[in-house]
């Protein structure tokens, strides 16, 4: 069983997503934003870590690594895992890509996401990566994850054009602030960019 913190962006429920309430379980197909990034970053101290052999799941022609928790949470991966030297890019910021905790697992890789070197490991391969879980809706379909939603917290963040008059804006990840709520809305507006949720996982379904 685990407690883990998912990001469901405001795009993401509003183009096919069902709004929930605090207390109602949910399935969903997960991705790991490895090292934090979505929204610009800045999610120190939300950022959950992952231990669990890498898994290759084919659909519709396409091959997708995936994470299987022994809880029973499943997350896909944006790449390929590639192994990094052991103190590699320790002290980097949110947006150096994967953080593998050496020693974090027993017989665990340490590795990194977009960005490393190496050739990754195979399937069936026991790695830790660290990261923020996020619901996505779009791409191939890979297996899903079940479980009770304990909290839910609206994300509000502010963002900026790039340059005056330009149609692109960037996210401010210091303007963003969390502000409890019993349920999802299916609509967000101005200034609200999602929900960060905890996911109670009891154990894989059998």
Known sequence: MGLWRVFYADWQMECCGTPFSVGDEVTWPLLLDEGGESLGGGWSGLLGSITAPVETVREDGAEIRVLRADD?????????????????????????????????????DTWTGPGGRG???GTGRRV????LLTVERHG???????????????????FAEIAPGSLTREPLPASRSLEAVDRSPKWFGEGRAGVLTELYVPGPRT
Request: hydrophobic share 35%; charged share 25%.
């Open 72 to 108: 029973g949470l499943v997350a896909a991966l944006h790449a390929d895992p590639e192994d990094r030297p052991e103190g590699e890019g320790e002290g980097e910021g949110d947006g150096a890509g994967a953080r593998a905790r050496a020693g974090a697992g027993a017989g665990a």
């Open 119 to 121: 050739a990754g490991p």
């Open 140 to 158: 191939a379909r890979w297996p899903e994850t079940t479980g009770t939603v304990r909290t839910i917290h609206l994300v509000h963040q502010d």
């Open 128 to 131: 830790t990566v660290s990261g």
